[in-house]
């Protein structure tokens, strides 16, 4: 989880519309509507002023109007308050169309911590109120900061431009207006006594984040403190990455327990809301019985926001029971839990008397897939609802349309909210239920009330993220097909089908003019489903294959969202040429768009060998992850297609044999399961890779005597088997970054080095700083490969130490193993790892991993324990593709157009071409084209939905296939 670059805590939003519930309740501030500068602190310089033509309640309201960018302070005003408390803020805010105004509030008693964020979202010029809750922590005295913008109260540099702020409010929550739409869990007040606080709890595993653990962590969810400031890095936050986590409360007696809250935050940094928090009571730590699953139970309070960071508290009164001990047991959405307080509320003694239903457990996590998968479904679909009544309240329809769309609106979330049952068989794929998808028929009544046609057919760019909702600009250009390749390569383009029609119906794909038209054998067509995750959100990834009927393909689009199609071209299957034809898209016999498709396949032929290599912790050689011993073969099958040439395997295909008390070999090991594992994978493999997993450093005589007999049996054994000796890749000893974990690697290094040089030595050092690696250990390995996002995170240390290494002779490689992977951009994460392989002279690309999808199907993340690594869609039965897989493949074949080209230049100068236009164009496009790609805006953010221009390496890799074609003329 990367934190640099974020340092405010932007509050979740909701806008509102009623400015009488607001300007007239009375808070804790006076001249809330700036009818004077009374209690506002007004910078100097002119900037801010106090208007009395443009108001929101009155004619009076704050103005800042900036003719320049300039340092300009801040509009300021502090207020008293309880600790430990809720509170809720209000404002209204305008602005000339450019700027997005924002008030903050921060804790001068801490350092200025920011407490909470205020944005008005976007630049609307007109007046829009914005609200949303904070707890105060320790805090007795708050500042209330304005600014023109987020960026400005962070940076102190205001922006040119105009905006207004007004009736600028705090009440303590109980005092907040009751019609005023508070996201975060709003609790006015607690439903009854915290019995839990002060009360020792139990938790399992022990938090692990290091930037919130400390000794304090054994007492700080039940202590009343609640923290301020960015959550997950502040000591009074309670953490953990990855896995489930269980919390059992003590509260010393029987009681009787009415509801309960859990506080948290998450929407950046990889940080997701839980995907499940189930309850459990019991009399005597024991056995355990089912009390409710907490985020559905609190899904009526309110839900957290589903875009940005965010702080919330899911709480219920409806648990209804009793117990002596109240466990928790949080499911992570990604791989992080995070927690500040727990409370537990008393209800009445008559609770103490009735029934509890069920069977008791002796092991709640039992009980977690199913209520988990349950969970998921709910949770995705009351989102989903809530988008579509946001859009309803913000549409211009007529009432009655509204009335109707709301009541459907309001049946689905009952519905919703009576599924259980499901099982980790279960297929998350959109619709995920009936309730769901009467929400999304619910959305496309109000896009027909709005004129939208039927089906709109529209294009974005295949790499960009897809929210179900998207819809075509307004002036976008007509959607066309265009690939541009060499022979023997696989490319994509993308199209959209938004449905705004009353029923599911099946689109029918064909093409004409194309050589083998209507179904040419070198297309394909791939409909990407939205498929659930933990993150809470739908994502339209996987890229299954529709099988061709003799006339087409077929998709089922469904109405109220967008659905993607991919069409992929396998240049191995047509000769090269330019071709021109059309794809028609037809819905019950109506022609619903003709989309032209040109096609060039150039002279210029991929290799059938990749020259980099590529692969990922697959662990074939038995079972692992998401990989059995019944989907292996198919796997690998599929591995193999992708271009995948590097494959890994455990310890245990290099066994040591026996050795006698010196060290000496005495009887060799058995080589079954390597030679399985080579068998399986078959031809094509440029390198084979053992993860050894060594946990103690080589001491002795006898011990190196051990090791240097193991590795000459199995250097030898490579020979048997018609492999070099540099085919096989030892990783000793996993992402070093302690002086002890450098000490041991260069304890094996010296003895295999010194025994068997070929044998290639692989380390992935995860030194933040490599300048504070152990400088012997890196040089006591063949091949270096650090993690790319940590090498963006400190490119400077990083191309000092390891461009320095490359120079002297060591090999270079990128991995990244941040996750979960459906967050993560298959272009910015996925494809251009490769472009950084050409750019520093790396020569394989990893991620961390093939074989790694949580424990469940990748068509059902709901029910993983954890976040997914696998790119591809991953499930018992073997492996579709993905965009992200897609992207790893492209990546390798943009690494082959660059080597390619490479080549060809240096074939040309050396033939005494140099001089021509056309080489020195060629030569300075090596550098200049990768450049443009990866020193693009904003491309070192990996999440899939920061902004960022995805089609500069199709650009540059077309403008490659040019100069190729160019220079073999």
């Not at 109007?65 to 207020?79: K, M, S």
């Not at 400005?152 to 009751?178: F, M, N, R, T, Y």
């Not at 989907?631 to 455990?650: C, D, H, L, Q, S």
């Amino acid at each position: 989880m990367t934190r640099h670059g974020l340092t405010i805590c932007i509050l979740g939003l909701a806008l509102f519309a009623c400015a009488a519930c607001v300007a007239a309740a009375p808070g804790l501030l006076d001249n809330s509507d700036f009818s004077s500068a009374e209690g506002w602190t007004i910078p100097p310089g002119g900037q801010w002023e106090i208007a009395d033509d443009d108001g929101h309640s009155g004619a009076a309201c704050l103005r800042y109007r900036g003719a320049q960018a300039a340092d300009v302070a801040a509009v300021a005003r502090d207020f008293d308050c309880q600790p430990n408390t809720d509170y809720v803020i209000a404002a209204w805010f305008k602005s000339d169309g450019s700027l997005v105004p924002a008030l903050q509030i921060v804790s001068p008693e801490n350092g200025n911590a920011v407490v909470a964020s205020l944005s008005a979202g976007s630049a609307s010029t007109e007046w829009t109120m914005v609200a949303g809750k904070f707890n105060s922590g320790q805090s007795t005295r708050l500042r209330i900061a304005i600014g023109a913008g987020l960026e400005h109260l962070k940076s102190g540099k205001a922006p040119a431009g105009e905006c207004c702020i007004d009736d600028v409010q705090v009440w303590a929550a109980a005092d907040a207006p009751a019609d005023l739409g508070v996201p975060g869990g709003l609790m006015r007040t607690a439903p009854g006594e915290n019995i839990a606080l002060g009360r020792p709890y139990r938790m399992s595993p022990g938090p692990n984040y290091g930037f919130s653990r400390d000794e304090g962590d054994a007492t700080q969810l039940t202590d009343g403190v609640y923290s301020v400031g960015y959550f997950w890095v502040q000591k009074s936050t309670v953490g953990w990455s990855r896995g489930t986590v269980q919390i059992s409360i003590d509260l010393e007696q029987t009681q009787p327990i009415l509801g309960l809250s859990y506080n948290t935050a998450a929407g950046v940094a990889g940080v997701g809301w839980p995907a499940a928090i189930l309850v459990f009571v019991s009399d005597d730590g024991r056995e355990w019985w089912t009390a409710g699953e907490l985020t559905k139970l609190a899904s009526s309070k309110g839900l957290p926001p589903a875009e940005g960071y965010g702080v919330h508290r899911y709480w219920t009164d409806e648990l209804n029971t009793y117990g002596r001990y109240i466990q928790l047991v949080i499911a992570p959405g990604t791989q992080y839990t995070f927690c500040d307080e727990i409370e537990v509320y008393k209800g009445p003694d008559t609770l103490l008397a009735q029934e509890r239903p069920g069977i008791p457990t002796t092991n709640p996590m039992d009980a977690v897939i199913g209520m988990v998968v349950d969970a998921g479904v709910l949770n995705t679909t009351l989102q989903e609802i809530a988008q579509v009544r946001e859009a309803v309240d913000a549409a211009t329809v007529d009432q009655a349309v509204k009335d109707n769309i709301s009541d459907r609106l309001d049946a689905a979330a009952s519905e919703a909210r009576e599924l259980s049952g499901l099982t980790p068989s279960f297929e998350a794929i959109s619709p995920l239920s009936p309730a769901h998808e009467q929400a999304l028929a619910a959305r496309a009544q109000l896009w027909r009330a709005q004129g939208m046609p039927a089906y709109s057919i529209w294009q974005n760019n295949r790499w960009d993220p897809l929210k179900p909702a998207d819809l075509p600009q307004t002036e976008a250009a007509s959607p066309r097909i265009y690939v541009s390749m060499m022979a023997n390569e696989v490319r994509s383009e993308a199209i959209n089908v938004t449905s705004a029609a009353d029923e599911p119906a099946e689109v029918f794909v064909h093409t004409s003019g194309l050589p083998g038209s209507p179904t040419p054998e070198y297309l394909s067509l791939h409909p990407v489903p939205w498929t659930g995750t933990g993150m809470g959100r739908l994502v339209a990834c996987a890229l299954p294959e529709a099988e061709p009927e003799p006339q087409g393909y077929a998709f089922t689009s469904h109405p109220g969202f967008t659905q993607q199609a991919w069409v992929m071209v396998d240049s191995s299957r047509i000769d090269p040429g330019d071709y021109a034809g059309t794809l028609h898209l037809t819905v019950n016999g109506q022609r619903i768009s003709d989309v032209p498709f040109t096609l060039h396949v150039s002279a210029v032929r991929m290799p059938d060998e990749m020259t980099l290599i590529s692969g990922g912790w697959d662990y074939t050689n038995g079972r692992y992850g998401g990989i059995n011993l019944d989907n292996r073969p198919y796997v690998v099958e599929f591995f193999k297609r992708y271009k995948i040439n590097g494959t890994w395997a455990t310890s245990s295909v290099l066994p040591f044999g026996r050795h006698d008390a010196n060290g000496a070999m005495i009887e060799p090991p058995s080589t079954d399961n390597f030679d399985q594992w080579v068998a399986l994978w078959g031809e094509g493999v440029k390198r084979y890779y053992v993860f050894m997993a060594f946990n103690a450093p080589v001491e002795t005589d006898a011990q190196k005597r051990r090791i240097a007999d193991w590795i000459t049996f199995w250097a030898a054994h490579m020979e048997e088997l018609g492999l070099e000796k540099s085919q096989l890749a030892l990783l000793l000893y996993d992402e070093p970054h302690t002086v002890e974990g450098d000490q041991l690697i260069i304890s094996y290094a010296d003895v295999i080095s010194a025994t068997e040089p070929e044998v290639i030595l692989w380390m992935d050092p995860t030194w933040r700083d490599p300048r504070e690696a152990t400088p012997e250990m890196l040089r006591s390995v063949s091949l270096l490969c650090p993690n790319r996002p940590q090498w963006y995170a400190n490119r400077p240390a990083f191309e000092e130490v390891y461009l320095g290494l490359r120079d002297e002779g060591k090999k270079l490689s990128f991995y990244s193993c941040s996750g979960p992977v459906r967050a993560l951009d298959p272009y910015s994460y996925h494809r251009l790892q490769a472009w950084d392989c050409f750019r520093y002279g790396g020569e394989e690309t990893f991620f961390w991993a093939l074989s790694d999808n949580s424990g469940a199907s990748s068509w059902n993340e709901f029910a993983a324990s954890g976040p997914g690594y696998a790119p591809q869609f991953l499930s018992d039965s073997g492996c579709d593709s993905s965009k992200h897989m897609e992207a790893i493949r492209e990546s390798v074949f943009d690494y082959e157009y660059l080597r390619m080209l490479r080549d060809a230049v240096a074939a040309a100068e050396q033939a005494g071409r140099g001089d021509q236009d056309v080489v020195r164009r060629a030569k300075a496009l090596l550098t200049e084209g990768p450049e443009r790609v990866l020193e693009a805006e904003n491309v070192s953010a990996w999440g899939w939905y920061d902004e960022r221009d995805r089609s500069i390496a199709d650009d540059v890799r077309v403008e490659v296939l040019a100069a190729l074609e160019a220079l073999a003329r």
